[in-house]
């Protein structure tokens, strides 16, 4: 399974920008000679024409389906922490959680499916319920597999830490919420407090 990093994702994008630009150029050129010439130079230049169409349609299809950025919520509720994420399909990120915290996962009962369900109103999923949880292994790891990665904690705080460059946060905001509406969230105060208090 290939796995690639932010950087050459931005990479290839602007690769595929390049591709646009200079396949719109060889065809506004070849509009400009079709008049004049040969008939080997017509099929040369028709036959010009038609790759850079292909390689404009090519890198607009790129571009279309660019990746989005990867984000995951870790909601505190006392001792355990509950993961939610904005992409389902990455389950190989999901399974790497998987392997390393088997043993403290916990499956969702159904008044929990019902009280996370609405985060799916911000695109967010709850995928991990996990118990006795160690914000000391959890956020490292997240840190490795996502771009950004977003806590709520005890205190109803939001951090925020960007790590779309390397597998260490490039930088670290506080108070910056996924979220436009912060009502989705379903921790309250006793809950995100829970046993620490």
Known sequence: MLVLGRNEINRARWGSILTLIMSTAVLV????????????????????????????????FQIWSHQ????????????DMVIAANHLHEGFKLRFFR?????????????????????????FHPVLNIQNAR????????????????????????????????SNPTFAE?????FKDDNVIPVSKEEAVG???
Not at 29 to 41: F, M, N
Not at 68 to 79: K, N, Y
């Open 29 to 60: 050129g070849i509009g400009l000679r079709l008049a004049s010439g040969t008939d080997a130079i017509h099929a040369l230049l028709i036959g010009l024409a038609l790759a850079a169409v292909a390689a404009f349609l090519l890198s607009a």
């Open 68 to 79: 989005a950025r990867s984000q995951v919520v870790i909601f505190h509720q006392g001792e």
């Open 99 to 123: 392997d390393i915290l088997n043993d403290q996962l916990i499956p969702f009962s159904d008044e929990d499916r019902i009280k996370w369900s609405v985060l799916a109103k911000e695109g």
């Open 135 to 166: 914000k000391t292994l959890i956020l490292p790891i997240c840190f490795m597999i996502f771009d950004d990665v977003f806590v709520f904690d005890h205190t109803q705080r939001w951090d925020h830490y960007d790590c779309a460059n390397t």
């Open 174 to 178: 506080r108070g910056v919420s996924p």
């Open 195 to 197: 046993t620490s208090s």
